[in-house]
């Protein structure tokens, strides 16, 4: 089965950076686009960020760009998201999967435990 292993989130004042991390195993990493997703409490999940399988190209929610960066490191399976200027609106548990690139839906139902990143005003 596809593994995918969230870590990194934490407790950051407004204006702070975190680095998440996703650690995949179960498949071939590099032939799947991955995007990183978010839910706060009683909200939806959101895509938030993508990439393309050979980390070429990237996409991002309005909410968040220029803010936060995707990136993949294919020799270690690792996709990574480095958040900066981070605001209270960005608390939430945060996932990765992989993703149908540019369309953002989830391809798979195999998710991970997520990372919590809490952001305080």
């Known amino acids: 089965q596809v593994q995918l292993v969230e870590s990194g989130g934490g407790l950051v004042q407004a204006g702070g950076s975190l680095r998440l991390s996703c650690a995949t195993s179960?498949?071939?990493?590099?032939?799947?686009?991955m995007g990183w997703f978010r839910q706060a409490p009683g909200k939806e999940r959101e895509l938030v960020a993508q990439?393309?399988?050979?980390?070429?190209?990237?996409l991002y929610a309005s909410s968040v760009k220029g803010r936060f960066t995707i990136s993949r490191d294919n020799a270690k399976t690792t996709v990574y998201l480095q958040m900066n200027r981070l605001k209270p609106e960005d608390t939430a548990v945060y996932y990765c999967?992989?993703?149908?690139?540019?369309?953002?839906?989830?391809?798979?139902?195999?998710w991970g435990q997520g990372t919590q990143v809490t952001v305080s005003s």
């Open positions: 179960g498949r071939t990493f590099s032939s799947y686009a």
């Open positions: 990439i393309s399988w050979n980390g070429v190209n990237t």
């Open positions: 999967n992989s993703v149908d690139y540019g369309q953002g839906r989830a391809m798979s139902d195999y």
